[in-house]
């Protein structure tokens, strides 16, 4: 009797090892799907795309679930073994969806044969007899493709040195940046192996590294967020170990790649130490005024070099914010009481606030082992004027981290954001857009944003409802 009880309890981890074994293996051919789906000729049709990537989402979310529910921790080299399969299937796809991936590729160009990716928007290279430039074929095809050429490059100067590299390996192509994104990826997956300390926490990381909206915008698409978002979470690791000066530099890096970075300036340029002390004691202010040398430092020598014209990513990042307004959720509530001004101050200091609120909290409880980074860009794309699919890339590490549930539900109903006039046509378009047939391009049917804002604040209602029960019934 004790043999065989001995027995099954040590086979029982072997079994669990087969068993994500085996759903990793149906993830993949899902993932194959879904690739295979990119370079076939349905790729523009939005029902064939739906059906696969709710198929991958309910097995990922199956297993997860399961996992969850059985207590079970995922093997950091089962979770990193797939996720690697996973991630060289998805460079052999393309980009579903987005042509932004043309803007990457007409930057590099650009820099290398102008020293600059800033300060020129691509529609002044229209006209070729006015600008004297003689463009290759292919790239006038690339010219041709870009998205709001009249206005600036948007992207920092760490993602013009990545469009750069993948220039380098192979001018005009996107596989490239795909292979560079998607190794950048599975960094970010060991560094989030490496500060998963609860099974919740690992089973979250299998969520993210087997995530197929990770797979659909950072593999197939070639989103760049992931670089930034990858050297965020560096940041936030070597914060967790004292290694400030270190948080300084990965800090700076990924401002430099997105702007969005800059929400996490006070959280992780500040020692631990000096929330345990008074805080404006010489014994503080020193170890910060070094941190945000570090950081400056960095950040302008990152600049520096892409600067010929004395123009910057601010240009486009201005003419963005002033005029750009797609799939926003707040924003485009206060839109309808009031003038765009006056929504983005409203929730301007609406964002001030929460987060006056939570450093406060942050720094005198210092129980927080990991900033809420899921409450942080959480709030700000809630409030913000434009929420782009793989914004929702930011959150999902530290959704990983804290086991955010609401976050996962937001990185499936995100993709909602794809039901465009762009991509409404035919049958599909006539049976769930009727009476919109004068969409633009990037124009929404009226049920779109309801639909997709509502279940996830249905569902972040419901797990606060099940959390208060949980309380009053313990």
Known sequence: MRLTAYLLSNALPKFRNWFLHLAGLVILLSFIALTWFSRSE????LPGFYGVILL????V?????????????PDARTILFWATIYHVV???GFPLFEDDYFRYLWDAYHTVHFETPYGVAPSFYFNLSDSSVSLTPKFEAILGQINYPDIPTVYGPVLQYSFLLGYFLAPGEVWPLQLIYSAVDLVLVVVLLKMA????ARIGVLLYAWSPLVLKEVVLTAHPDGLAVCLLMLAV???QREAYKWTAMWLAMSVAAKVFAVLFIPFLLIPKSCFQRRFFQLDNVKPVLVNALVFGVVLICLYVPLLMTGKSDAVGLSAMAQNWEFNSALFGLLRLAFSPGESKLILFFGLLCFFAWYFRRYALEGSETCVRGDWIMGLFLVCAPVINAWYVLWLLPF????????AWAASLLILMSYLVGLNLDGLFFDTFASGAEHLGPYDQPGWVRPVE???VLMVALLLFLRKKTAKMSG
């Open 42 to 45: 349905y790729s523009d049709h």
């Open 90 to 92: 998805g460079v052999l």
């Open 61 to 73: 979310f199956g297993v997860g679930y399961y996992l969850w529910k059985t207590k079970q921790c």
């Open 197 to 200: 300390n609860t099974t919740r």
């Open 453 to 455: 804002f509502g279940l």
């Open 56 to 59: 991958s989402y309910g097995l």
């Open 399 to 406: 959704a990983a981290l804290h086991f955010n549930v609401t």
């Open 237 to 239: 690791f070597c914060y």
